[in-house]
Nanobody, 125 residues
């Protein structure tokens, strides 16, 4: 059983930055990719970034490319998501996920096996 615990969500103004963290347990990195998803009010869950553990290959949705960065610290078993140039439309609950496919694809939330509880990001204009 893989456990994922997100942290780092906050309320910020447009143009600001945040770093989200996802602490993992019992995840070896040999069972697929890790990803960050988000779900805004009244919206479907959207995949925004993926990373292949160990290899380090990353991918991003068009909506966040150039503004968000996914990274990993294997020693700490932690995956990060750096959010820059935040916009009000980035407001959502952000979820970390494990054991799923890479790269970013529509409907990916159906294929990831484990999710954390989520962390709220609110961007005000």
């Amino acid at each position: 059983q893989v456990q994922l615990v997100e942290s780092g969500g906050a309320s910020v103004q447009a143009g600001g930055s945040l770093t989200l963290s996802c602490a993992t347990s019992s995840y070896t990195g040999n069972s697929g990719c890790m990803a960050w998803f988000r779900q805004g009010p009244g919206k479907e869950r959207e995949e925004v970034a993926t990373i292949l553990p160990g290899d380090g290959r990353t991918d991003y949705s068009d909506s966040v490319k150039g503004r968000f960065t996914i990274s990993q610290d294997s020693a700490k078993s932690t995956v990060y998501l750096r959010l820059n140039s935040l916009k009000p439309e980035d407001t959502a609950i952000y979820y970390c996920a494990a054991e799923g496919p890479c790269p970013v694809m529509a409907g990916a939330h159906h294929f990831y096996k484990y999710y954390g509880q989520g962390t709220q990001v609110t961007v005000s204009s």
